[in-house]
């Protein structure tokens, strides 16, 4: 009988170890899963701003098309005064909405270009200082209207 009672306390006692084996097995695994999922978040953060760029880049295409084409027209129709003012206005403009470079390394300056435009919609001011293996930056990112 004291056999008995001994070797059912000692299969619970190893069922108890297996069980408390599983419970740290999917905490392990539930960890690597939002490890993984904070991973594709970044990923698609990073597509969306990149999707959006291109998007830009195309409208900006667009755009400098129709503007050659006014200049070109003022210039045929001999109003210099008129297509140098429109060419000031368009260096001002560009002046206000070039993207900000705020490191040499793209994938840091991908970063922050798409989390200052985040500040930027939601008014939020961004201060951030930087320093990653020679790639120092600064910047202050204040919400103001462009």
């Not at 690597?32 to 409208?59: C, G, I, M, P």
């Not at 297509?83 to 470079?101: D, M, S």
């Amino acid at each position: 009988m004291i056999l008995f009672v001994l070797s059912t306390i000692l299969a619970l006692y190893q069922l108890i170890r297996h069980i408390a084996g599983l419970h740290t097995d999917l905490a392990l695994q539930a960890e690597h899963a939002r490890l993984l999922d904070n991973r594709l978040a970044a990923q698609k953060d990073f597509y969306e701003a990149k999707v959006a760029h291109e998007d830009a880049l195309r409208s900006l295409r667009h755009d400098m098309a129709g503007h050659l084409n006014t200049l070109a027209a003022l210039l045929s129709a001999n109003q210099s005064a008129e297509a140098l003012a429109y060419l000031n206005g368009l260096t001002n403009c560009h002046k206000e909405q070039t993207a900000k470079c705020f490191s040499t390394n793209p994938y840091i300056n991908a970063v922050l270009q798409n989390y200052t435009a985040k500040c930027l919609e939601s008014h939020i001011e961004l201060i951030c200082h930087i320093g990653t293996d020679g790639h120092e930056l600064s910047a202050r990112i204040c919400s103001c209207s462009v």
